[in-house]
């Protein structure tokens, strides 16, 4: 017999899973280039200083957090997933490193109007309620602090690998436009823009000077086309 009374499995339970091999796509050519270049368009975006609060909602293994640590930040991560958390917490490289926090970003057990930015990436794809989730994060950044989220595009060929994967990490995954992210930020200021990942999955073979010289053309010729979008809102202007 089925019970109709048993809650659904969480969303980022396929996460809890696959924790511990969650970072190898990092370590792969096109992997590391995709992420060199979402990072920068994030952080072109964010322009975190020394000494600020920064908070990345759905961190992960912690890769942003660690990076706004090196950088002088003030960092705190916030993820559902205990397993993923795990591994944040082992990637620690100083005492005054950052910290983390078990929660989900539609609710934040944090003060409100504490940080001077926040991020949000390839979270907003997996948020039950990915306005809960902005508003949460627009609630806990002081004023004038900025919110930054990053997103798949829904028009990028990455988007659509992922549409077609079997991988249980994409499979209730919802996909955005750079329209989209902009209206939704843009309820609360002025809204910035930046594009990346020109380079499509299938170019996994390329040498890392041909995915380069493929981003620019990628940047000047298909825009539209861009795996990334990030955008950013300042709060309170």
């Keep these: 017999m089925f019970r109709d009374d048993v809650p659904p499995p969480p969303p980022w339970q396929p996460f809890d899973q696959a924790a511990a091999a969650y970072d190898r796509w990092f370590e792969s050519p096109l992997g590391a280039f995709a992420d060199r270049v979402e990072r920068r368009a994030l952080f072109e975006l964010l322009a975190p200083g020394p000494g600020e609060l920064i908070l990345d909602v759905g961190c992960g293994t912690g890769r942003y957090v660690q990076d706004l640590a090196h950088r002088g930040a ?36 944090l003060r409100s109007g504490v ?7 390839t979270t907003l794809e997996f948020a039950t309620d990915p306005n ?9 950044s002081r004023a004038g602090g900025r919110v930054v989220v990053g997103v798949l ?66 940047a000047v010729f298909a825009g539209r086309w861009a795996a990334f979008v990030a955008a950013r809102v300042d709060v309170g202007r």
């Design 74 to 109: 003030r960092a705190v991560g916030v993820d559902p997933s205990t397993p993923m958390l795990a591994v944040a917490r082992m990637a620690r490289t100083s005492i005054s490193g950052p910290c983390y926090v078990r929660a989900t970003g539609e609710a934040l057990p």
């Design 115 to 121: 940080f001077d930015g926040v991020i949000i990436v």
């Design 153 to 218: 595009s829904r028009h990028g060929p990455w988007a659509a690998r992922r549409r077609r994967s079997r991988s249980p990490l994409w499979t209730g995954a919802r996909f955005f436009t750079e329209r989209d992210l902009r209206a939704m930020l843009g309820r609360y200021g002025p809204v910035q823009s930046r594009r990346a990942l020109f380079v499509p999955p299938q170019f996994g073979w390329a040498p890392p000077p041909l995915m380069v010289l493929l981003e620019r053309l990628g």
């Design 132 to 140: 809960t989730l902005l508003s949460e994060a627009v609630r806990v």
